[in-house]
């Protein structure tokens, strides 16, 4: 071998040699060097963990969450408590919450916005005072994805005996059965409740027979998350309670052009009316006061009362003491531009049932104005003897015009 070969071989060897070393140093033999350096990092590994805290925050939604439910929010910590929590909007705009007795938990005060996106901010201490933080965003579902039921009657409102439970979805629901069960509606009478569907957007809740007076009904909305339709979901989680006042059911008589006004079984007043012309016929039926108006406007042209010009046969810019009985315009209203020997004595409305009352309303002495002030939202007018059809289920909160197997025939559990 010549000596450029020799040297040549020499520095081959050397590299490989030095690869070799450098590998065994790398994958950690029991050298003292090495020895020294695991000794050294498990040092600075326990004195991270000794500087770390060790509560453990969570934040609901999770991170990067999508179509979140508006009600779940919520900040939560273990071995640990917090001591500050932040929300806003993607705006800045913040949003009020309160930390948990024990510190343990945060929650918004109110319900979140759909289709919003949220930024959290949490910071958090252990029994040794080491912070920990955690941060988040999520975005609420759209009003695209999702449903709200609007119901009637409000919390904690008195109502009257006749009054049901309605609730109008703002989206047609196909998955009835889900939507119905995560919404119950019980008594303190104890009466059986059953719920009615009359359409896609529309369910109404009542018992067998008017409610009991003196009862306090709870309705319990917990839909976040059911599935309404494909691809819709809830979003309410509610709790309604309502009461139920005395049993006042006043029976209009449009043949003998009389209202006799019962409570509690009792007849308490009796009052003469007029009801609607023979042209313009009252609807008969069992009917469900739904709002009350001091005084009101009432345009025939609104209801398809015109004349050749289009404009309504009637205008009236402030009927007083008006009561709702229906959706489409059946009203109890007191009458001041008519001649009071009509009240007992002949039918003259386009359908209305009219009673005796003075202009603006203020009349104490009339008898608007006594119905009006002891009449409630709920409370039950049976008109009689009219000659019309009996008014439909559903125009207004009129449920009672079906008998109870006809109503348990539209629940969809």
């Not at 759909?114 to 941060?135: I, P, Q, W």
């Not at 939202?377 to 909160?397: E, H, M, R, S, Y």
Request: aromatic share 6%; net charge negative; charged share 20%.
């Amino acid at each position: 071998m010549t000596n450029s070969r020799r040297r040549k071989g020499l520095t081959v060897a050397s590299a490989l040699l030095g690869g070799v070393l450098v590998l065994s140093a790398c994958s950690g033999g029991d050298d003292a060097s090495a020895s020294d350096g695991d000794t050294s990092q498990a040092k600075v590994d326990e004195a991270a963990a000794k500087k770390t805290s060790e509560a453990q925050i969570k934040i609901t939604p999770e991170d990067g969450s999508d179509n979140a439910s508006i009600n779940s929010s919520a900040v939560t910590v273990s071995k640990g408590s917090l001591t500050e929590v932040t929300m806003t909007t993607a705006d800045g705009a913040a949003v009020e919450g309160a930390i948990s007795a024990d510190k343990t938990s945060w929650k918004p005060n109110a319900q979140l916005e759909r289709s919003t996106t949220y930024k959290v901010a949490v910071t958090a201490k252990d029994s040794k005072g080491l912070e920990a933080h955690e941060n988040g965003t999520f975005t609420t579902v759209s009003p695209k994805n999702s449903f709200l039921g609007y119901f009637t009657p409000e919390d904690g409102s008195t109502v009257g005996v006749g009054m049901p439970v309605s609730i109008n979805f703002d989206k047609a629901i196909s998955n009835k059965a889900a939507v119905q069960k995560g919404i119950t509606v019980s008594s303190t009478s104890g009466q059986e409740v059953v719920c009615h569907w009359f359409n896609d957007t529309r369910m109404d809740c009542r018992p067998d027979e008017y409610w009991k007076e003196g009862s306090t009904v709870t309705m319990k909305m917990a839909l976040d998350g059911v599935e309404g339709s494909d691809g819709v979901t809830g979003v309410q989680e509610k709790t309604v309670t309502f009461k139920i006042g005395r049993n006042q059911v006043s029976y209009v008589d449009a043949k003998t052009k009389q209202m006799k006004v019962t409570q509690d079984g009792k007849t308490v007043k009796t009052i003469p009316i007029s009801a609607g012309s023979p042209d313009n016929k009252t609807y008969e039926g069992t009917m469900v006061m739904s709002e009350k108006f001091t005084e009101t406007r009432m345009n025939g042209a609104t209801v398809g009362f015109t004349d050749d010009d289009g404009k309504g046969e009637y205008d009236i810019k402030d009927v007083p003491h008006a009561i709702r009985l229906s959706t489409s315009g059946t009203f109890i209203h007191g009458n001041y531009w008519g001649a009071k020997s009509i009240f007992g004595s002949v039918n003259t409305s386009h359908g209305c049932v009219g009673l005796s009352d003075t202009k603006g309303a203020k009349d104490k002495g009339t008898a608007g104005y006594w119905f009006y002030n002891n009449s409630i939202v709920g409370d039950v007018v049976v008109v009689q003897n009219t000659g019309d059809k009996t008014i439909a289920p559903d125009n207004g909160l009129n449920g009672w015009n079906m008998d109870w197997a006809q109503w348990k025939a539209g629940s969809a559990v």
